[in-house]
């Protein structure tokens, strides 16, 4: 059980969120929340997480961010 990505940018903590990738994914459920600290982040997911990062090692890479962006799992 959960809740989804809709549902959790209504918590007052992430209000002032920005989603930068799956859009398409707003009504996914999420089960897990997951916090970004290194760019491999991606190779432990499994899917129904809510990723957050403040993207401090992305800053300066514009090519990561896309490839992170378009390769989470399940296409989100």
């Known amino acids: ?19 930068v990738g799956g859009h398409q994914g707003l009504d996914n459920v999420v089960t897990f929340v997951n916090i970004m600290e ?4 991606a190779k432990w997911m499994k899917g129904g997480e809510l990723l957050v990062t403040a993207g401090f090692t992305l800053r300066d890479n514009a090519e990561l961010r896309k490839s992170l ?8």
């Open 1 to 19: 059980m959960g809740i989804t990505v809709r549902q959790a940018l209504e918590i007052s903590a992430l209000k002032e969120a920005k989603v």
């Open 38 to 41: 290194v760019p491999e982040v």
């Open 69 to 76: 962006i378009g390769n989470w799992p399940n296409g989100v």
